[in-house]
């Protein structure tokens, strides 16, 4: 007589599983009981980070910084010419959410914030991948990461492997799509277009596992409009690099790892509009790459290791954050310090910029992290595993450091914070609409 209860059993919990499919696809055939049933499914997610003694979102080193909280000013002269704004992406862990303020620089006063709440933006979004994250998708374990502020004050916002969403000032939703997981960088083509890593799913070759990380180059108007797509996969078979990805001995989920797509913004002798730089973490590589003709100019492995952030300086230089982190077999480590390294198109060397500061600083952070140039010649440092955040003058002298440590003195991740230029950010600031925002 117990194969009856076990057959009951298991019939309860594929009955569950459909009302829960249903209610993440908004299939919407059981109403409040899928919502109910949806709940039910997320609260292990939702109470292991609420239980946890060590959050998830809390800074991986355990770094102390001299018990510092917040910012603090280094040296005020350092800040002489320094303005603009700061976008600045962190998660509260006082608040246990994801909090996103608009700094004007250099008087460090927020003039702004936005407060997504993921548990609501994400509701009935499909839970179908096998790369997503899904316990991510709350209030209590979002991250936003590397938000991009529009002209009326709109930010795009989107997790590591979540969906890209635009939202208003008060945090409302305008837009999302839904139908593709997308991560890590996001900026804006020469068309006011935006350039955002996602993923081809299934994969592109049919013979790849479900696991398998296609990266793909998406680029998405401010309308949400997908404009292109193409898998970084099929872009390097195309280009004659399949031996990058696939090699007999040791298959790699995540071959490439694609965390930045920097977008050409004017004709130079190296490159011209349109064009993308393009980093690739697992390969520690850097490509130039041309959408219009599906063609790899130019690509280049090391001297940087295991970088985040590449960015154009001028017509003929580019700057990479080289995170020097490396695993031997026994976990991932840092080598040294976290570095600022130019390439010199013309003359094909490499240099370093604010190195020594970077090495009093022992800036590390053995993922995620990057490096902002100002239009004053300051540089802001996210060292984003630590939740730390240095801002240097032009001589090199720290000017300004903000540690995101909450009352009980435990420091929290960081967001991919970015700098945002003087006219920019006051013409959105100018054009925001938020007397009617709930709080």
């Known amino acids: 007589m117990r194969i009856i209860p076990v057959i009951l059993a298991a019939n309860i919990v594929i009955a569950f599983g459909i009302v829960v499919h249903d209610a993440e696809s908004k299939g919407n055939h059981f109403g409040i009981v899928g919502d109910l049933a949806l709940n039910v499914a997320e609260?292990?997610?939702t109470l292991k980070y609420l239980l946890s003694s060590k959050s998830p979102m809390e800074a991986l080193r355990g770094v102390e910084f001299g018990g510092q909280s917040g910012w603090q000013i280094h040296d005020a002269a350092a800040g002489d010419g320094l303005d603009g704004y700061l976008l600045l992406s962190s998660y509260q862990g006082d608040e246990r959410r994801h909090v996103i303020q608009l700094v004007s620089l250099p008087d460090l006063q927020v003039k702004h914030e936005w407060r997504p709440d993921a548990s609501k933006l994400l509701k009935g979004v499909p839970r179908n991948s096998t790369l997503a994250s899904y316990e991510h998708w709350t209030k209590n374990a979002y991250r936003a990461i590397h938000p991009l502020l529009l002209d009326n004050g709109d930010l795009l916002i989107k997790d590591h492997q979540s969906v890209l969403m635009r939202i208003s000032p008060c945090g409302d939703m305008i837009w999302r799509r839904a139908d593709q997981l997308v991560h890590h960088s996001s900026e804006f083509?020469?068309?006011?277009?935006?350039?955002?890593?996602?993923y081809s799913e299934?994969?592109?070759f049919a013979k790849l596992p479900a696991d398998f990380h296609d990266d793909a180059l998406s680029l998405v108007s401010l309308d949400g409009e997908e404009l292109y797509r193409k898998s970084l996969v099929e872009a390097f078979v195309?280009?004659?690099l399949f031996h990058l990805m696939f090699t007999a001995g040791a298959?790699?989920?995540?071959p490439l790892h694609l965390n930045d797509i920097q977008p050409v913004l004017e004709d130079g002798p190296f490159w011209k509009r349109g064009d993308v730089f393009l980093s690739l973490r697992h390969r520690s590589m850097l490509v130039l790459y041309r959408p219009s003709t599906n063609k790899i100019l130019w690509s280049k492995a090391g001297p940087w290791l295991a970088q985040h952030d590449v960015d154009i300086l001028d017509d003929h230089r580019i700057a990479v954050f080289s995170n020097n982190s490396y695993d031997m077999g026994s976990g991932g480590y840092v080598k040294g310090h976290a570095q600022l390294l130019i390439y010199d198109f013309a003359t094909h060397e490499v240099t370093t910029a604010y190195d020594g500061a970077m090495a009093t600083e022992k800036v590390a952070t053995q993922s995620e992290g990057l490096a902002d140039y100002t239009e004053s010649g300051h540089v802001i440092v996210e060292q984003e595993n630590d939740g730390r955040l240095l801002i240097f003058g032009p001589d090199e002298r720290l000017f300004a450091s903000y540690?995101?440590?909450a009352s009980d003195g435990r420091i929290f991740r960081m967001g991919w914070s970015r700098y945002i230029p003087?006219?920019?950010g006051s013409a959105a600031l100018n054009r925001m609409?938020?007397?009617h925002c709930s709080g």
């Open 202 to 204: 299934p994969a592109s």
């Open 403 to 405: 540690v995101n440590t």
């Open 251 to 254: 298959y790699s989920s995540d």
């Open 433 to 435: 609409e938020v007397g």
């Open 238 to 240: 195309e280009n004659g």
């Open 189 to 198: 083509d020469a068309t006011g277009a935006v350039w955002v890593p996602s």
């Open 43 to 45: 609260a292990p997610w």
């Open 422 to 424: 003087q006219s920019e």
